[in-house]
């Protein structure tokens, strides 16, 4: 079948050209509106939801056990030791971190870029950043062993009169990580306004309107109103957008400040950031693919959508291998025999295993596929690339944590690293608790930005203040 005929199939192609659509045909300011709240404001809420939530909700129960268990018992139930210190809980935090860089850059880089195309996913790309800021900051919280003076990190007047250590990247990673999630926080909110004056404006109950009312802050669409709105935007959007390269720059100190071979690297803040995009893009693909197909919004996030963000990855995926290729040139270059052979270890060692599933699903499938505009448009294959390379990416971290630490300097502190059922029940409840409140905000938040789809629509230009009025 030819590609034509694959494409002229979906509604956000033109049957007379075959070129993507920015959105579906058919589209109105009403219609729009319509769907989106349909989905927040139904009496009904779908059984399939209430499944997914229960599994979720399973998932959060077994992350408390297992977290009231390490309390109790502390970190030794977990697989670190000598001299692997350093074991899931930081391979976790690192992928969550980089879990939620796209989001930032949909919703900052791509809107001072002025790419509509963002309008349609920019929403739930922001609250899936929040949201694993959230899982995050949950594992250097736990890894130090006493969370409940997790405080002491935050530069406080404390009664001992003693600083925090501002030279330890735990320092950096905590600034870093809060002023990320303030940003992505705020800019997440006043995204919503305009769309929480709609759901207040349509809802029917007394209580979601005084709900909505609340969170909408007065909005009555007015010119000042969308004046001031872009104009914030904007602001927060300059704000954010250093935040892209800073954050996981500053998540990679924590590695490339040490001594250790295989660490102590420059390529690894650009490498780092390219492979946080590359992992939240993919992210943003698990997300979006179900969403669109379970809420029929295939004329709103299109295949325009799909295939742009194949094309991101694919670009962000060639920096990735860059950095690979330069760690590979880098051990052979500098003749650092300690270097060479935390290469080896990497690829032939006991953990050599681990290093090919990376390389296979980060390098040889996605960049030899995603070539094809073929394949960047069929769901199903984006489905489970997207999936694939999320576990590439995971990979990526234990290789950079685990196989550095088994092998160091010393031959007679060699050892090994085996992770515990507690270190696979943190993680996977994590993984659920980023399920579970993606639920939540998908049943009670509208996941679309009805001001700005309506944008993209013709007779757009009547916007700001009409195209609010006829939306609701």
């Known amino acids: 079948?030819?590609?034509?005929?694959?494409?002229?199939?979906?509604?956000?192609?033109?049957?007379?050209?075959?070129?993507?659509?920015?959105?579906?045909?058919?589209?109105?300011?009403?219609?729009?509106?319509?769907?989106?709240?349909?989905?927040?404001?139904?009496?009904?809420?779908?059984?399939?939801?209430?499944?997914?939530?229960?599994?979720?909700?399973?998932?959060?129960?077994m992350l408390l056990v297992a977290l009231v268990w390490l309390l109790l018992k502390g970190v030794g139930i977990w697989g670190i030791t000598q001299p692997v210190a350093w074991g899931f809980a930081i391979i976790n935090f690192v992928w969550w971190i980089g879990i939620g860089h796209a989001g930032?850059?949909?919703?900052?880089?791509?809107?001072?870029?002025?790419?509509?195309?963002?309008?349609?996913?920019?929403?739930?790309?922001?609250?899936?950043?929040?949201?694993?800021?959230?899982?995050?900051?949950?594992?250097?919280?736990?890894?130090?062993?006493?969370?409940?003076?997790?405080?002491?990190?935050?530069?406080?007047?404390?009664?001992?009169?003693?600083?925090?250590?501002?030279?330890?990247?735990?320092?950096?990673?905590?600034?870093?990580?809060?002023?990320?999630?303030?940003?992505?926080?705020?800019?997440?909110?006043?995204?919503?306004?305009?769309?929480?004056?709609?759901?207040?404006?349509?809802?029917?109950?007394?209580?979601?309107?005084?709900?909505?009312?609340?969170?909408?802050?007065?909005?009555?669409?007015?010119?000042?109103?969308?004046?001031?709105?872009?104009?914030?935007?904007?602001?927060?959007?300059?704000?954010?957008?250093?935040?892209?390269?800073?954050?996981?720059?500053?998540?990679?100190?924590?590695?490339?400040?040490?001594?250790?071979?295989?660490?102590?690297?420059?390529?690894?803040?650009?490498?780092?950031?390219?492979?946080?995009?590359?992992?939240?893009?993919?992210?943003?693909?698990?997300?979006?693919i179900p969403l669109r197909k379970f809420y029929h919004l295939e004329q709103i996030v299109t295949l325009r959508h799909i295939d742009n963000m194949g094309k991101i990855m694919l670009a962000t995926g060639f920096i990735v291998a860059y950095g690979y290729a330069m760690e590979a040139f880098m051990a052979w270059y500098s003749a650092d025999h300690w270097e060479a052979f935390t290469f080896w270890n990497r690829a032939f060692g006991p953990m050599g295993w681990s290093y090919w599933v990376l390389l296979c699903c980060n390098l040889f499938i996605p960049l030899t596929t995603l070539w094809s505009r073929k394949l960047r448009t069929s769901i199903p294959y984006m489905f489970v690339l997207s999936l694939v390379v999320n576990t590439g990416m995971w990979f990526e971290r234990f290789v950079i944590i685990v196989t550095s630490l088994t092998r160091d300097f010393l031959p007679s502190s060699w050892g090994t690293?085996?992770?515990?059922?507690?270190?696979?029940?943190?993680?996977?409840?994590?993984?659920?608790?980023?399920?579970?409140?993606?639920?939540?905000?998908?049943?009670f938040l509208p996941m679309i930005p009805m001001s700005e789809v309506r944008t993209m629509l013709p007779g757009a230009e009547i916007k700001p203040k009409a195209a609010a009025e006829v939306g609701d």
């Open 104 to 288: 930032t850059l949909i919703s900052a880089i791509l809107l001072l870029f002025k790419q509509s195309w963002r309008n349609s996913i920019n929403r739930f790309a922001e609250a899936m950043t929040i949201f694993a800021v959230i899982c995050a900051a949950l594992f250097p919280l736990i890894h130090v062993g006493r969370p409940w003076l997790g405080y002491w990190l935050l530069p406080l007047p404390l009664t001992m009169d003693v600083w925090p250590q501002f030279r330890s990247p735990l320092m950096w990673d905590c600034f870093a990580v809060s002023t990320y999630a303030t940003i992505s926080l705020v800019f997440w909110y006043i995204g919503m306004i305009p769309d929480l004056a709609t759901m207040r404006d349509r809802a029917e109950s007394r209580f979601a309107q005084y709900f909505y009312g609340l969170l909408s802050m007065g909005w009555r669409g007015s010119v000042r109103h969308w004046a001031r709105y872009e104009t914030s935007s904007l602001l927060l959007a300059g704000l954010a957008t250093p935040l892209v390269l800073s954050v996981h720059s500053v998540i990679s100190f924590d590695f490339a400040v040490a001594v250790l071979p295989g660490w102590h690297t420059t390529i690894f803040p650009p490498y780092f950031v390219a492979g946080a995009i590359y992992s939240g893009f993919a992210m943003v693909l698990t997300l979006a």
């Open 417 to 443: 690293y085996y992770p515990t059922k507690w270190d696979y029940m943190t993680y996977g409840g994590t993984l659920l608790l980023f399920l579970c409140l993606f639920l939540l905000f998908v049943r």
């Open 1 to 61: 079948m030819a590609t034509s005929e694959v494409h002229i199939k979906d509604p956000g192609v033109d049957p007379a050209t075959g070129e993507f659509k920015v959105i579906g045909p058919g589209q109105t300011f009403r219609s729009v509106t319509e769907k989106i709240t349909r989905i927040v404001l139904t009496p009904h809420t779908p059984m399939s939801w209430f499944g997914l939530f229960g599994v979720a909700g399973a998932g959060v129960m």
